[in-house]
Every structure is written in C-alpha cells, then in structure tokens.
C-alpha cells in the first residue's frame, strides 16, 4: 500500500487517496457567467451578484469521493469499518 492511501471505500473496497469532486457543472458554471456579464450593463451589475454566488455555491459544495469508483462512501484508513475489511482480507492498514 501506498503512503498517500488515507482512506478506505466501502462501496469499491479500495485504499486511496480521495479527489475532491464539485457538484453542479464547469460548463453551466460558464454559462452562468456569459449571460450575466452580457447582462449586467441592463441590469446595473446586478446579474454579476447571481454569477459571483453561483461560484461559491459551487466551491462550498465540494466533497471527498473515492478516486476509483466516485462513491461518497468513503471512511478514513484507520477507521474500525476499514480496519475489520482489511484484517478479514488480510491487507495492513499501515
């Protein structure tokens, strides 16, 4: 096992370290700001407040998933559900 393997998935059973995933899309988050910037000389700068939120809606929504399989599922390493799979597998937790 790698040393940056931190957590255990409970969907997958795998040890990894997991990715960092935003909900929501890049893409809407582009357009979001294309029709506010378009529209914020009609709307006095007001449609750029809606864009700014939408990006820290996006940036605040952000959670830990397992970089194999995308499961939420995720426990750390040493926690005693990994630790019972790992020792009935035979695997080191270390």
Known sequence: MNSNETHFCTVC???MKPKK??????ATEIVVWLVC?????????ISLLIAIFFSASRQFS???VCSVCDSLNI???GSP???SYL???NLSTN
């Open 62 to 64: 952000k959670s830990l």
């Open 81 to 83: 559900a990994a630790r």
């Open 37 to 45: 910037l378009l529209l914020a000389p009609f709307t006095f700068g």
């Open 87 to 89: 020792d009935k597998t």
């Open 21 to 26: 995933k935003y909900k929501g899309s890049f």
């Open 75 to 77: 426990v750390p390493k």
């Open 13 to 15: 059973h795998s040890t």
